[in-house]
């Protein structure tokens, strides 16, 4: 089946520190969403992206769709201790509205104060 | 209300038991959602119920059985249950139609 390679697998930086990550696919995506799950809690959305190119911002998160539709990126600026947990892509792709997504395997972010 | 609510938090039971999860949602959505999460593994789709109807099933097992009373409602009956079952349990719900899955808090399950 589909897969998306999300990396890194896990970081360790320091607080303040901007934290880049991405997804990528062999397969053509419609749609890019990010999560943010903490531990023993459901995944929260963090941003969705719909269309190539498309660059979106949520306070200190940055997320872009890819221009060849494969991949996406999500920077965090300025990282403070509460950004600690494991972010995940997910997308949808090939026939829309059917409501499967594929995600990553996660990253798991830790902040040192 | 943008908030999809799981009962139970917690839940112990034994493979011979019979149990049910709960889900609801108050956003006006029409597609709900099963997933399965193992440890600092991805949520694996379990089952998609849109407009009231089960529209997908991932080759689930028999033993878990979803039901949906409403639009506003499901539930994840369990019976005979496997020690290897055991995992977070999280509903979903989204616009029908809509990629952006809103997600509960889960059901941590434990299958003795």
């Known amino acids: 089946g589909q897969q998306l390679n999300q990396s890194p697998q896990s970081m360790f930086i320091q607080e303040g520190e901007d934290v880049s990550m991405n997804c990528t696919s062999s397969?053509?995506?419609?749609?890019w969403l990010w999560y943010k799950q903490d531990p023993g809690e459901g995944p929260v959305l963090l941003i969705a992206?719909?269309?190539?190119?498309e660059l979106t911002s949520n306070g200190r998160l940055t997320a872009q769709f890819g221009i060849t539709r494969k991949d996406s990126f999500l920077n965090i600026s300025a990282s403070i201790p509460s950004d600690v947990g494991i972010y995940f892509c997910?997308?949808?792709?090939?026939?829309?509205?059917?409501?499967?997504?594929?995600f990553g395997q996660g990253t798991t972010l830790q902040v040192k104060p | 209300d943008t908030e999809v609510t799981q009962t139970p938090k917690h839940l112990v039971m034994g493979m011979t038991n019979k149990k049910s999860l709960k889900c609801e949602q108050h956003?006006?959505?029409?597609?709900m959602y099963w997933y399965k999460q193992k440890a600092k593994k991805p949520p694996e789709l379990m089952f998609v119920?849109?407009?009231?109807?089960?529209?997908i099933n991932e080759s689930v097992p028999s033993r878990f059985s979803p039901e949906c009373p409403n639009s506003s409602l499901l539930n994840l009956h369990l019976h005979a249950l496997q020690p290897e079952d055991s995992a977070l349990y999280l509903c979903?719900?989204?616009?029908?139609?809509?990629?952006?899955?809103?997600f509960g808090p889960g059901t941590r399950l434990t299958v003795t």
């Open positions: 956003m006006g959505h029409r597609a």
């Open positions: 979903a719900s989204s616009q029908d139609g809509d990629t952006e899955q809103y």
């Open positions: 992206l719909y269309k190539a190119g």
């Open positions: 119920y849109s407009y009231e109807k089960l529209s």
């Open positions: 997910a997308g949808e792709y090939g026939s829309s509205n059917t409501g499967k997504l594929i």
């Open positions: 397969s053509i995506f419609n749609t």
